[in-house]
């Protein structure tokens, strides 16, 4: 099994910027693809970012391109979100996910975080 802790959020005004964290932790050496979806009250899960690990490679949302920036954090399996200009419909859950292959489909990561929340004020 593999376990997600994710750390930041929070409450911020239009403009702002909030950073989020997630460290992975159990067998994480089948895993490749760390990253973030977001959901919004009455909204589907939506794909916001992913970092792979073997080669490096960043993927985004069209919505956050630009805005978000994700890379890996100082330690092993762990990631960050920094997202700067945040919108007030950036509001939403964040949840930290893990997969072997990456994927934009939420059904394609086997793992889970808690979630945190994001609200941003306009």
């Known amino acids: 099994q593999v376990q997600l802790a994710e750390s930041g959020g929070g409450l911020v005004q239009a403009g702002g910027s909030l950073r989020l964290s997630c460290a992975a932790s159990?067998?994480?050496?089948?895993?490749?693809?760390q990253g973030w979806f977001r959901q919004a009250p009455g909204k589907e899960r939506e794909f916001v970012a992913a970092?792979?690990?073997?080669?490096?490679?960043?993927y985004y949302a069209d919505s956050v391109k630009g805005r978000f920036t994700i890379s890996r954090d100082n330690g092993k399996n762990s990631i960050t979100l920094q997202m700067n200009s945040l919108k007030p419909e950036d509001t939403a859950v964040y949840s930290c996910?893990?997969?072997?292959?990456?994927?934009?489909?939420?059904?394609?990561?086997?793992?889970w975080g808690q979630g945190t929340q994001v609200t941003v004020s306009s």
């Open positions: 970092f792979s690990w073997s080669g490096g490679n960043t």
């Open positions: 996910v893990a997969a072997r292959y990456f994927t934009r489909s939420p059904q394609g990561y086997d793992y």
């Open positions: 159990g067998r994480t050496f089948s895993l490749d693809v």
